[in-house]
């Protein structure tokens, strides 16, 4: 089974930046789709970005010239670069991961935007 541990959340000022990191157990190398999903209090969870094996990026209308999602098989982590954040990004954000043996999401990370 994969587990996936995110890190780097916080609170930050509009403007500001923050980098998410998901650590995986499994090779994230061999994972068919990574990427990051967010849910705010009392909205449905919403896809981010993610990144295919192939490389190709995905990101959701409000995300992008924002965030850049990538991968460092090295540390074995998937990232996500915010920034410019807004009020708005304010949620709990996921990293999730599509494999072979299945959907795997880790316990998500608070990021809350804020003066």
């Known amino acids: 089974q994969v587990q996936l541990v995110e890190s780097g959340g916080g609170l930050v000022q509009p403007g500001g930046s923050l980098r998410l990191s998901c650590a995986a157990s499994?090779?994230?190398?061999?994972?068919?789709?990574t990427g990051w999903y967010r849910q705010a209090p009392g909205k449905q969870r919403e896809l981010v970005a993610n990144?295919?094996?192939?490389?190709?990026?995905n990101y959701a209308d409000s995300a992008k010239g924002r965030f850049t999602i990538s991968r460092d098989n090295a540390k074995n982590t998937v990232n996500l670069q915010m920034n410019s954040l807004k009020p708005e990004d304010t949620a709990v954000y996921y990293c999730?991961?599509?494999?072979?043996?299945?959907?795997?999401w880790g316990q998500g990370t608070q990021v809350t935007v804020s003066s």
């Open positions: 999730n991961a599509r494999t072979s043996q299945g959907n795997y």
């Open positions: 499994g090779s994230i190398s061999r994972f068919y789709v």
């Open positions: 990144i295919a094996i192939v490389g190709i990026t």
